[in-house]
């Protein structure tokens, strides 16, 4: 007989960290938000294979740290060292958060037959939450952010246990080699803006009664700045007649007000229908934007209506 040599498929992998980019905000407003994007790089190869035999693995992506994450200014002149908050999402889940433990990102890769090292990379979107008002206008920084990838697998991809399942064979770190920064300016920013949502509408509504609803602008600046806040006509207008229109083109009128008996109409005209106001505190000021939908209006037609207004902060 001739001797035979047996290779145990065991799948053992060995995974690492083999780069990506860091958080870069680059300059926002006291108060306001910022957006960018990141990425984690990863390779893997298997340790111990049999020719012929597939392998799959679930990579699982965590942090080292709990969420919100932490940017530090550097002491000021009397040792003082203020916080900036930022959170980390999935770039294509916007809704999935980085987390230590619980619902961590995954990836499943398969390690083929040539036992070739194979890699991944996790996307993912920086956010720093906007009201964050508290804080002065210095750097800051992260430079040591904590990332660990998981891992489990297996030769049938069915059989693989998830990254929610608690489970993992190996781990390992990127050494704190993820950086994030941020560069705060004390200047005028609207911080937030919120959807005037008139809900429902049936036919008959439209014809007899006037129908209301209120938005909400945030926007800060600088103790003492005089400001104004300004709505143009929106993307639908009719000459000087806003409009909210479905796909069909077929649109309703509505208004926007600057109070709740609609007596003072808003629109970008300085010294006219914009709201001029004082920072008094160098804190975030909310703003109520009144809107109304006009009655006797008669549409043929049915679906979502909508219409995109800028509003433009002039200091």
């Known amino acids: 007989t001739t001797p035979a040599t047996v290779h145990a498929a065991s799948g053992a992998i060995s995974c690492e960290f083999s780069g990506g980019n860091s958080f870069s905000f680059g300059s926002l407003s006291i108060g306001s938000t910022a957006t960018t994007t990141a990425s984690a790089k990863y390779t893997c190869h298997l340790q111990d294979y049999t020719p012929g035999v597939n392998h799959y693995a679930n990579i699982c992506l965590s942090s ?8 530090h200014s550097n002491g000021d002149s009397e040792g003082n060292v203020y916080t900036l908050l930022f959170r980390v999402y999935n770039l294509s889940d916007p809704a999935q958060e980085l ?9 499943t890769i398969m390690l083929n037959t040539n036992n070739t090292t194979v890699g991944g990379t996790f996307n993912l979107k920086g956010i720093v939450p906007a009201g964050q008002n508290d804080i002065p206008a210095y750097a800051y920084y992260n430079y040591s952010m904590t ?3 998981r ?7 069915d059989a693989l246990a998830s990254c929610q399942s608690g489970q993992a064979q190996n781990s390992a770190t990127n050494g704190g080699n993820t950086q994030s920064s941020a560069s705060v300016s004390d200047s005028c920013a609207i911080q937030s803006v919120s959807n005037l949502d008139f809900g429902l509408l049936e036919a008959s509504t439209l014809r007899l009664q006037t129908t209301k609803a209120s938005a909400q602008i945030q926007a800060r600046c600088p103790l003492g700045t005089a400001f104004s806040l300004g709505i143009d006509n929106g993307s639908h207008a009719n000459g000087d007649s806003r409009q909210m229109c479905n796909g069909n083109n077929r649109c309703l009128t509505y208004t926007l007000w600057q109070d709740s008996s609609a007596s003072m109409p808003w629109g970008n005209s300085a010294n006219v229908d914009r709201v001029d106001v004082s920072s008094a505190s160098g804190s975030a000021q909310s703003f109520v934007v009144y809107g109304e939908v006009p009655s006797g209006q008669a549409v043929n037609g049915d679906g979502i209506f909508s219409d995109d207004v800028v509003i433009t902060l002039t200091y």
């Open 64 to 71: 080292e740290d709990a969420p919100p994450f932490k940017m």
């Open 99 to 107: 987390q230590q433990s619980d619902n961590l990102m995954q990836q």
């Open 147 to 149: 990332m660990r990838i």
């Open 151 to 157: 891992w489990n697998t297996e030769t049938s991809k």
